[in-house]
C-alpha cells in the first residue's frame, strides 16, 4: 500500500525558513517522482516542485524558485522541501505526492501526472 505522510508545518515570520518532510512507503522513488503541492483556502491546488532520484532532475515553480530546495533521502525513503526566505503569500497547506511517472515533466508539475497523495501539513507565514 502506497502511504505518504507529511510533516514539519508551523507558523513561522516572514522571512523565516522551514523544513518539510514526506515520508514514503510502499513504493521506491526509483520508480515514481515525488512532489510537492499547496493549496492556499479558495484557490487552486498548485504544483511547488518535483524531484526524480533515478533521472537525477528537479523542477521548481517560478514562484519558490532559488527560495525552495527539493532533495530526497533514498535509504530513509523521505523526501524533504526546504524553504527559505518564507513569505505571507507561501502560506497554504503543503502536500506531497507520487508520480505516476519516474520522470519530473520540464513544463510544470501537473495534478494529473500525480496518484498518491499525503494528507497534508499546515505552513502559515505571517508579515
Known amino acids: 500500500e502506497v502511504q505518504l505522510v507529511e510533516s514539519g508545518g508551523g507558523l513561522v515570520q516572514a522571512g523565516g525558513s522551514l523544513r518539510l518532510s514526506c515520508a514514503a512507503s510502499?513504493?521506491?522513488?526509483?520508480?515514481?517522482?515525488i512532489g510537492w503541492f499547496r493549496q492556499a483556502p479558495g484557490k487552486e491546488r498548485e504544483g511547488v516542485s518535483c524531484?526524480?532520484?533515478?533521472?537525477?532532475?528537479?523542477y521548481y515553480a517560478d514562484s519558490v524558485k532559488g527560495r525552495f530546495t527539493i532533495s530526497s533521502d533514498n535509504a530513509k525513503n523521505t523526501v524533504y522541501l526546504q524553504m527559505n526566505s518564507l513569505k505571507p503569500e507561501d502560506t497554504a497547506v503543503y502536500y506531497c505526492?507520487?508520480?505516476?511517472?519516474?520522470?519530473?515533466?520540464?513544463?510544470?508539475?501537473?495534478?494529473?501526472?500525480?496518484?498518491?497523495w499525503g494528507q497534508g501539513t499546515q505552513v502559515t507565514v505571517s508579515s
Open positions: 505526492a507520487a508520480s505516476h511517472y519516474y520522470y519530473c515533466s520540464a513544463y510544470g508539475v501537473f495534478r494529473s501526472d500525480f496518484g498518491s
Open positions: 524531484i526524480s532520484s533515478s533521472v537525477g532532475s528537479t
Open positions: 510502499g513504493f521506491t522513488f526509483d520508480d515514481n517522482a
